[in-house]
């Protein structure tokens, strides 16, 4: 009998060879078990059923391999589930615009609906939970998500229901590499706790130990560690093993890829602490720990008052990565640098009056465009279009090389190869 309570991460290569209809499981956690049980069954049977759902989806995978033309394309697919931002800069809609520009398509369930801008929240209003119930069973039921990234989840109901809701259909990036990505949204940008005792409670005991990586900032890290104190990056360090360490340990037999009552490890899931707050670092810290190793992520800290945001949009494209089949340090470090480089391009511009505006999530699509709100120098990013004039073309169409030139510049070239040589040689070869 093969007893799995594994965590994805542990399947070996080989686990697609396995017959779900072979795999056996303990009375107590079938699907006719009582709907009350214990914190650690509810992981256990959360990851039992990922596993399973994760085999059904590989054979309607194999079923479905090709299509009537002979080809099929799928989509990396993000699922995020979060409230929206009326102003655009975070939520929903940096979700969106994050997996836009990462080339992965974007889903969205919304658990709250804001009025807000560069001044500050206005309103919040929470969507009813069987409406976002509805929301998920109506994406998931249709549209094979790879990866789920939350953000805010403002009920305990609402956390609940999207575990029990994981369980139903299968989320899983290939080749099992991630499902559920925590932004852990419980902090304004101003410090107030938008999450109460009970909401925090559930985040420690369900949420987290269902996660394959979470993403708190540094306020957020103090909530969940009940308010200690981060300003150092030694502090960052023990935050990132204290979250890891957070919910019930899970059993596991690691050689064999499979979980039984063999062996006691934590939790596996990998946690980022977000230091773009540190006090006094004129650096952008942060700290990733996989569970065995600590990652100290550095980059340059960017001046600019347009960071509303930055939080979702690092968790929306590591999700992304993650959902093109990267590893979590990769798509982690991508995701970074994708977080500088948008806050660099943007840090000039001006949307609304406030103290902290958005940044420009699409910048690199329009490296080559010198926009009207802001004047840049020469980049040499900007040298994408490339055209490439031919001696021998040129000549059969009666025209010289400073007109062939001078047609590619006007037409928005910025590279433009000159082919004589080899042109003319090819010419000489062939009379």
Not at 56 to 85: F, I, N, W
Not at 116 to 144: C, H, W, Y
Not at 377 to 392: E, I, K, P, Q, R
Request: neutral net charge; contains cysteine; hydrophobic residues 40%.
């Amino acid at each position: 009998m093969v007893m799995v309570y594994c965590s994805s991460h542990l399947l070996p290569t080989s686990f697609p060879l396995l017959n779900p209809k072979t795999l056996k499981f303990d009375a107590k956690y079938s699907k006719n078990c009582l709907p009350l049980r214990s914190t650690e069954g509810l992981v256990k049977e959360f990851h039992q059923t990922r596993v399973l759902n994760h085999l059904k989806a590989m054979q309607e995978d194999k079923a479905s391999a090709v299509t009537s033309d002979g080809s099929k394309l799928r989509v990396p697919h993000v699922l995020t589930v979060a409230g929206s931002d009326s102003g655009a800069g975070a939520g929903i809609q940096a979700d969106l615009k994050t997996c836009a520009a990462r080339g992965v398509y974007c889903s969205t369930v919304i658990t709250a609906v804001t009025a807000q801008n560069t001044i500050g929240v206005q309103g919040v209003e929470v969507v009813p939970e069987d409406f976002v119930a509805e929301q998920l069973k109506s994406v998931l039921s249709d549209m094979r998500a790879d990866v789920v990234k939350t953000g805010m989840l403002p009920s305990t109901g609402i956390v609940k229901i999207l575990l029990q809701i994981l369980k139903e259909f299968p989320v899983q990036a290939a080749p099992l590499k991630a499902a559920l990505v925590v932004d852990p949204v419980m902090v304004s940008t101003s410090g107030d706790v938008l999450a109460g005792p009970s909401i925090l409670a559930t985040f420690r005991e369900e949420l987290l130990p269902m996660a394959d990586i979470v993403t708190p900032n540094l306020r957020e890290a103090s909530v969940l560690l009940g308010g200690v104190q981060l300003e150092t990056v030694a502090n960052m360090r023990s935050a990132a093993k204290s979250i890891h360490d957070m919910g019930p340990r899970l059993y596991c037999n690691d050689k064999q890829g499979i979980r039984d009552a063999g062996t006691l490890l934590d939790p596996l899931r990998n946690v980022l602490v977000k230091g773009g707050d540190l006090p006094a670092s004129s650096d952008a810290v942060d700290i990733f720990f996989d569970g065995q190793d600590f990652y100290e992520l550095r980059s340059s800290r960017v001046k600019t008052r347009n960071t509303h945001g930055t939080g979702c949009t690092l968790a929306s494209c590591i999700a992304a990565e993650l959902a093109k089949g990267h590893p979590m340090l990769s798509a982690v470090k991508v995701a970074k640098r994708y977080v500088e480089t948008a806050l660099d391009y943007s840090k000039d511009i001006v949307i609304g009056t406030g103290l902290q505006g958005p940044f420009d999530h699409l910048s690199k699509l329009k490296r080559n465009v010198h926009n009207a709100y802001v004047q840049r120098v020469f980049d040499s990013g900007d040298l994408f279009l490339y055209a490439v004039t031919d001696s021998g073309m040129n000549k059969k169409w009666g025209r010289s090389i400073t007109d062939a030139v001078k047609a590619a510049l006007e037409g928005g070239a910025t590279i433009v190869q000159l082919r004589l040589y080899i042109a003319e040689r090819f010419s000489m070869d062939s009379v």
